[in-house]
């Protein structure tokens, strides 16, 4: 295109068919969009992931966006747009020339099919933002999940990661006394443990032992919250090997800026106001109304988008002046920030980076309940959001990732519970990263409920002794149907290259 036609695109109208109009500004509620454009944008960009070329849309009487906000100015991404456009018309019909006319022909169409696509997958994801995103991410965006990063970046240096094979050991085989380790980067599988067992049985003496041995390995740093009790707080020896600080909530804040970076644009401070509506709605024992959420959006939005820095006594006051200025009745939205606000649960003195760069042991004993889940949930949330701004790890010749960071979280069965999306996207996402998660519960039953390509992001299995009666979770997890009852003190059962292993840890 010349420089002439495509200032004739950009003062052209674009427009789609009037059911698929329709359901564009439905999505305007579904994701916290502010214009029409912005689901225009995403319908097309789904339309155009396809293989094929779309039908034609059966009219063209939807809404109308001048090419300018439909794509943007050329400094902007506009011209990103129009070439992947020419790009998909020369490939499904390269016989055509490239006018105005077959541009808001190809515009409409892929509008009006991504849009019912759209459609489709928020009804797949139950019509909940978080598994929304999540899945637009995973399965419908053909994303390279082993793409070797060749530059530095500001938030995380690239240089000092090396691709090795990480061996941890576990113990030795009960059966031939042979020493038992497991490659955590090894080609194929996740470097995510589960590790499952009753009270005493040994699974947070096993959980701490391999991230002390990953850690005196690698140097990477360890994030570790005990989300039941104080325990591991009262263990310098342990705070020692891993180079950790010791941080008890609520009687500490965490110094870290949770919503740092949400003034960058419109999209991404829409998307930590909806990050912060859904962590404060899990954490609740009875959760947000619908129109409770709403009002979350709309109050927090404009806090988000134009400040810095901002705590919990922010969202509290920017929530107050919300409810004031539109003559509502205040209701648990208004009285749940203020039971928060009792605790300074976060500091914002930290970036992401300084905070995730660091080794931290964080504890919960002494805090109430929702302030022990909120807590957690927006750590998770600040946590996925940097690693996103992050290169992918390097990969060795023989397909070892370098690991850039451990997440542990003993007594994890609440955080499964609740099924916050923080959790769930550390276990999916971020293999490519080099975040590798560990975690401790009391039984496979806790993973019950949870998804099956959750369960797949599990590349080590460990269970204790344990009466769990779950076997569907267990035939997932260990591709049998083994007795963990009978497992004596010290005893685990794993899978290791598909194969299941006892193993005497202790």
């Known amino acids: 295109m010349s420089e002439i036609e495509?200032?004739?695109?950009?003062?052209?109208?674009?427009?789609?068919?009037?059911?698929?109009?329709?359901?564009s500004k439905d999505f305007l509620n579904h994701l916290g969009f502010t214009a029409n454009y912005q689901s225009a944008r995403l319908a097309i960009g789904r339309s155009l992931g396809e293989a094929n070329f779309p039908e034609t849309a059966p009219d063209a009487k939807g809404m109308s966006i001048k090419g300018n906000l439909l794509f943007d100015d050329e400094t902007k991404g506009g011209?990103?747009?129009?070439?992947?456009?020419?790009?998909?018309?020369?490939?499904?019909?390269?016989?055509k020339t490239i006018t105005l006319e077959l541009?808001?022909?190809?515009?409409r169409d892929h509008w009006h099919r991504g849009i019912f696509l759209l459609q489709k997958d928020w009804e797949e994801a139950e019509s909940d933002y978080s598994k929304f995103v999540e899945l637009l991410i995973t399965r419908r965006a053909a994303l390279p999940s082993d793409v070797e990063a060749t530059q530095n970046h500001e938030n995380g240096d690239y240089s000092s990661l090396i691709a090795k094979a990480i061996s941890l050991s576990l113990g030795k085989n009960t059966d031939s006394g042979e020493p038992t380790n497991w490659i955590i980067n090894g080609q194929g599988y996740s470097p995510n443990v589960a590790i499952m067992g009753q009270s005493g049985a040994g699974k947070t003496r096993m959980m701490l032992k391999l991230l002390t041995e990953l850690r005196?390995?690698?140097?990477?740093?360890?994030?570790?919250?005990?989300?039941?009790?104080?325990?591991?707080?009262?263990?310098?020896?342990?705070?020692?090997?891993?180079?950790?600080t010791v941080l008890k909530i609520p009687n500490q804040a965490i110094p870290l800026d949770i919503f740092h970076g949400s003034t960058l644009s419109t999209e991404t401070a829409r998307d930590v106001t909806i990050a912060f509506r859904e962590s404060l709605d899990k954490s609740l024992q009875k959760g947000l109304t619908d129109n409770q959420k709403m009002r979350v959006?709309?109050?927090?939005?404009?806090?988000?988008?134009?400040?810095?820095?901002?705590?919990?006594?922010?969202?509290?006051?920017?929530?107050?002046?919300y409810y004031e200025e539109n003559s509502i009745k205040p209701d648990r939205v208004v009285t749940i920030p203020n039971?928060?606000?009792?605790?300074?649960?976060?500091?914002?003195?930290?970036?992401?980076?300084?905070f995730f760069n660091q080794s931290w042991i964080i504890t919960f004993g002494s805090a109430p309940n929702e302030s022990r889940r909120l807590t957690m949930f927006l750590l998770f949330d600040a946590l996925h959001r940097y690693l996103q701004t992050l290169p992918e790890s390097p990969i060795d010749k023989d397909g070892h990732r370098a690991l850039r960071m451990a997440v542990a979280i003993d007594e994890a069965r609440p955080l499964l519970d609740a099924k916050h999306d923080g959790l769930s996207k550390m276990v999916r996402l971020h293999r490519s990263h080099g975040l590798a998660v560990f975690m401790a519960s009391q039984s496979p039953d806790d993973y019950a409920g949870q998804s099956d390509d959750y369960m797949e992001q599990i590349g080590l299995p460990v269970c204790f002794k344990t009466n769990a009666t779950s076997t569907a979770v267990l035939n997932n997890m260990f591709k049998s149907k083994p007795n963990f009852a009978a497992l004596n003190s010290g005893v685990c059962l794993s899978v290791i290259n598909n194969q299941m292993q006892k193993i005497t840890a202790f």
């Open 216 to 244: 005196e390995l690698t140097g990477v740093p360890v994030l570790l919250i005990d989300a039941g009790k104080d325990e591991l707080a009262e263990r310098p020896d342990l705070a020692s090997a891993l180079g950790a």
């Open 6 to 23: 495509t200032t004739k695109v950009w003062l052209a109208n674009f427009t789609t068919s009037a059911e698929a109009a329709k359901l």
């Open 103 to 107: 541009l808001q022909h190809t515009v």
């Open 297 to 321: 959006l709309e109050a927090l939005k404009s806090l988000f988008s134009k400040r810095e820095n901002i705590t919990m006594v922010d969202v509290k006051k920017t929530i107050e002046r």
């Open 79 to 95: 011209l990103l747009w129009l070439a992947l456009l020419v790009e998909n018309i020369n490939q499904h019909q390269p016989t």
């Open 339 to 354: 039971e928060l606000c009792q605790y300074q649960l976060f500091n914002p003195t930290l970036s992401p980076a300084e």
